[in-house]
């Protein structure tokens, strides 16, 4: 068995050094030419990755490229894993390795070729499910797409990562060591203070030995509408943000038409603003975000929606600028009794950690969320963020379920409503212009569903602590 595991280990290590060994020779290959470009520039910065960024090829045509890279370290431990008997301590490590080819300037015409190498490593997992496709992966590519555009609108074609307005539904979460990322076509179009969107890709599937692919089974198209970033209100009293969108998403496994899915969410967001200015002590917010999902799951209809309330408020005259947000969020579950229809509202490609506690053991259905957050930079390196989370079922003769959508809980007899509460604290230092250190936990106290139905229901606690580089 430890011959098995160093060989596989000598494996990934040789498919990681051929992907990096790629990348540093076509870094070498272009040294020379960036080397002899600088030779008449201004002088030396004091930051040295400066000098491989936006490095000019062909003297003063627009035709610039920069190199950049990302080394990452995370350990983590869990007490009470998802509040079952499940105890572990675990690290993980992300290399990156990108290259950024532009010709044309932003404010004009332009194309852009983007390529990013990967490779991510898990150590020392031991909860259910082992090493999971979204811990550790071969080196391989992360991104790779082209952009061609002019001023704030483009067409991006190629692997790429896709997360939508607040990412309550899309998101790629940087907290996946793999991360999220689909391949195919996103259409962005801005014009003055309206913004149009169209994406229509695949989710790439993670293979940890083998080359990663686009998932033949699964394919999403979204349309949406709505102001574009920094837009002033259209009139008087009208929300400063403001967006209706198109979800489309069908699921074509090869198991049959009972497991095949076709889901359509059509919703939209607003946020209103006010006292944003500098001379004002405090600005507030006040956003609206709600759903509702139609489609079918094999030969069942889908019913079923959700909608979230979040006030902020920034106080900009107290040291390091806080703020609180106050939030309570709703989306519906099964009801019992009706087989042909689905009412369970599904997340289609949930970021972990951005919304529902970073601790992610308690998914949107059947719940009803309060939630108060906090953020804070009480010095210009030190970032802070504060939550607390209350949860409860909506309705008593359904259970609760993950953030991926599958039952977590099921009802059994408890009629009992409060499932759990969470409390996060996390933190980033800037220690130096390219090193981060992050750290950070949370505690998830289990409420009187989860304790009855489950006699060794626990307290989770969980925490972590790392580094990244970035240059």
């Not at 405090?282 to 979040?310: C, K, M, N, P, Y």
């Amino acid at each position: 068995m430890r011959a098995t595991v160093w060989s596989i280990v000598r494996y990934r290590a040789r498919r990681t050094a051929a992907v990096f060994a790629c990348a540093g020779v076509a870094i070498t290959s272009v040294m020379p030419r960036v080397l002899s470009a600088q030779t008449s520039a201004a002088p030396t910065p004091h930051d040295p990755f400066d000098q491989i960024k936006n490095i000019p090829l062909l003297g003063a045509h627009p035709v610039t490229l920069t190199i950049g890279g990302h080394a990452r370290w995370r350990e983590e431990f869990f007490r009470g894993f998802n509040t079952l008997p499940l105890n572990d301590d675990h690290s993980q490590t992300r290399l990156l390795l990108s290259g950024d080819l532009q010709v044309g300037k932003r404010a004009g015409a332009y194309g852009r070729l983007f390529l990013e190498a990967r490779d991510a490593q898990s150590y020392g997992r031991t909860l259910p499910g082992g090493v999971r496709s979204n811990d550790a992966d071969r080196a391989d590519f992360q991104t790779a797409y082209v952009d061609v555009g002019y001023g704030r609108s483009q067409l991006r074609v190629g692997r790429q990562e896709i997360g939508l307005a607040r990412e309550r539904m899309f998101g790629a979460p940087d907290w996946s060591n793999t991360r999220r990322s689909s391949t195919g076509s996103r259409l962005q179009l801005v014009h003055k203070a309206f913004a149009l969107e169209a994406v229509d890709a695949r989710p790439m599937i993670v293979r940890l030995r083998k080359a990663n692919v686009a998932d033949s089974t699964q394919r999403f198209r979204t349309l949406s509408i709505g102001s574009s970033p920094g837009a002033r209100p259209l009139a008087r009293g009208l929300p400063a943000l403001w967006q209706s969108y198109w979800y489309e998403q069908s699921v074509r496994p090869a198991s049959g038409p009972a497991s095949r899915a076709y889901r359509l969410t059509s919703g939209g967001r607003v946020q209103w603003q006010w006292r944003t200015d500098k001379t004002h002590a405090v600005s507030h917010s006040l956003e609206f975000e709600g759903a509702r999902q139609f489609g079918t799951v094999g030969t069942r209809d889908i019913q079923a929606g959700f909608w979230v309330a979040e006030a902020q408020w920034q106080f900009k005259r107290v040291l390091g600028a806080p703020t609180l947000a106050l939030g309570v969020e709703e989306a519906s579950s099964e009801r019992p009794g009706t087989s042909n229809t689905l009412e369970v509202f599904s997340v289609m490609y949930p970021a972990a950690h951005q919304h529902g506690g970073y601790a992610d053991v308690i998914g949107r259905p059947n719940i009803r969320e309060l939630h108060a957050i906090s953020q804070w930079n009480p010095h210009r390196a030190l970032d802070l963020r504060g939550a607390v989370y209350w949860f409860d079922r909506l309705r008593l003769d359904d259970g609760v379920y993950t953030k991926q959508n599958t039952l977590f809980r099921a009802a059994g007899t408890s009629t009992a409503r409060h499932v759990a509460e969470e409390i996060d604290v996390t933190g980033t230092w800037r220690a130096t212009t390219h090193l981060r250190v992050i750290f950070g936990g949370a505690l998830v106290l289990p409420g009187a569903f989860l304790r009855e139905t489950l006699v060794d229901t626990q307290t989770e606690r969980w925490g972590f602590v790392g580094t990244t580089f970035v240059f």
